[in-house]
């Protein structure tokens, strides 16, 4: 038998920032991943402090964020890579109207940190009332985060590259096949539909498809730019552009209307041609109330879950992680906004 302090089932946001708490803490682990790209391997990767349609923050979004820069530079530490990428998000205003209102939430107390007050225009694209930029956004190399996390766990922890099947669990005697174990963090996402100790949780998915383009006659830019969705480069020649949000659709193929609708949102401040080279989809693990749910289950103590990361996966997953942490090994209690009692 081989004796673990902790099992991590999945691979993706949750899990890894979770994963880096363990080995920022000496514990003894192994994680459980079964290889699918999933919402966290495709997503976008931006750090943002805003909601960007009202210009309004959300709970504890500059603690959030100085968590996040923290977290980067741990990590930094064992697998040698800066993954945040300074490519600050820059929102293209609708109208005066909208530009006005930023100009008045930029004298807000709070909000004066994340909205920058001298506005830019953006070559190349149709920005006629300029642009906002979001101080303190950036992005996150998401392709070699997870790359460089999984081949670390890989040598020098405990990967096993599998589906975890809740069928071998024994909690009479706290084993997994041949591994005994102390706790099992379920980290699935919507996967977590699948788990029989934590399927009645309220998680939700939401679908969101992203594009990657092309511009054949060349376009060249190094900030995120912001209208309706996403744009930012990802290599010399290739842009991301997404995500779109769809709670309806929960089958796994591509949706045309996404498609069309990424399309048509990057036609309306791009005026020049594009190639669309890739379409890609997962879905959040989002919930009703917004907040993520985290704890331990009712009857079976060693048992937690870390899910409903909801749009914020970096944010939200790096954050809670050290409070679930904090909660496993030193009692320390779980905030009852994310608690997963709220729904006992
Ligand atoms: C298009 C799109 C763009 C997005 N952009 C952003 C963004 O820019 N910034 C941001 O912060 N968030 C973004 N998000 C949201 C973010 O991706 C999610 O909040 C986050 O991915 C949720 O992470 P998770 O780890 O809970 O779940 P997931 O990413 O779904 O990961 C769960 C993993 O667990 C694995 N798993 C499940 N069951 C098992 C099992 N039994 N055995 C082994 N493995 C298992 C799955 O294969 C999966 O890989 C975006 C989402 C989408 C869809």
């Known amino acids: 038998m081989k004796n673990v302090e902790y099992i991590i089932v999945g691979d993706g946001y949750a899990a890894m920032f979770f994963a880096h708490q363990l080995i920022k803490n000496n514990k003894k682990f192994c994680l459980f991943s079964e290889g699918k790209k999933s919402a966290s391997h495709i997503s976008a990767g931006i750090i943002n402090p805003l909601v960007l349609k009202r210009f309004t923050t959300f709970w504890l979004a500059s603690e959030q964020i100085h968590h996040l820069h923290q977290t980067l530079s741990e990590i930094q530490e064992y697998t040698g890579k800066n993954y945040l990428i300074d490519q ?20 807000d107390e709070i909000l004066k940190t994340f909205l920058n007050k001298n506005f830019t225009s953006i070559e190349g694209v149709t920005n006629p009332f300029s642009t906002g930029k979001v101080n303190c956004s950036a992005r996150l190399n998401v392709e070699n985060f997870f790359l460089d996390m999984l081949e670390y766990l890989e040598k020098n922890i405990f990967l096993t590259k599998e589906k975890f099947d809740y069928s071998e669990i024994n909690l009479s005697d706290n084993s997994y096949k041949n591994i005994h174990f102390t706790h099992i963090i379920f980290c699935e996402g919507m996967g977590v539909t699948q788990n029989p100790f934590f399927s009645d949780l309220p998680v939700n998915p939401n679908k969101g498809h992203h594009l990657k383009v092309v511009f054949p006659n060349g376009f060249k830019q190094s900030v995120t730019i912001k209208k309706k969705h996403f744009l930012f480069p990802t290599n010399e020649h290739e842009y991301y552009y997404g995500g779109t949000y769809d709670r309806n659709q929960t089958h796994s193929d591509v949706d045309q209307s996404a498609k069309e609708q990424l399309r048509n949102g990057l036609k309306e401040f791009f005026p020049g041609n594009f190639e669309i080279t890739e379409v890609n989809f997962g879905f959040r693990p989002t919930v009703k109330d917004r907040r993520p749910i985290l704890g331990r289950h009712q009857k079976h103590e060693n048992l937690f879950v870390f899910n409903g990361l909801g749009a914020r996966g970096i944010l939200n997953g790096c954050y809670f992680s050290k409070t679930l942490f904090e909660h496993i090994e030193n009692n320390q209690p779980l905030p009852p906004e994310v608690d997963l009692k709220r729904f006992a």
């Not at 600050?88 to 004298?107: G, M, V, Y």
């Open 88 to 107: 600050p998000i820059h929102r293209i205003f609708h109208d005066e109207t909208e530009k006005n209102l930023w100009i008045k939430k930029a004298n």
